[in-house]
């Protein structure tokens, strides 16, 4: 779905396996591509969403001190 460039149906995918996952006992969500962070909208406020250009960009303010 990814290569095919239809981003929506891509998402709604990352958003559904993750809604799986949390039904089946996850208590956080890690979506480590940047490609997949605009699942987080998609996902609802079940548990912790950890995405890769967020905890980048918090890691670089951190750092940069």
């Known amino acids: ?14 958003a559904d396996a993750a809604h799986i ?5 996850a208590t956080k969500v890690a979506l480590a591509q940047a490609s997949m962070a605009g699942a987080v ?15 980048g960009l918090f890691a670089a303010v951190t750092a940069s001190g």
């Open 21 to 25: 996952a949390i039904k089946n006992g």
């Open 41 to 55: 909208e998609l996902m609802a406020d079940e548990a912790p969403v950890l995405d890769s250009p967020q905890q």
């Open 1 to 14: 779905v990814f290569k095919s460039g239809d981003k929506q149906a891509y998402l709604q995918m990352i």
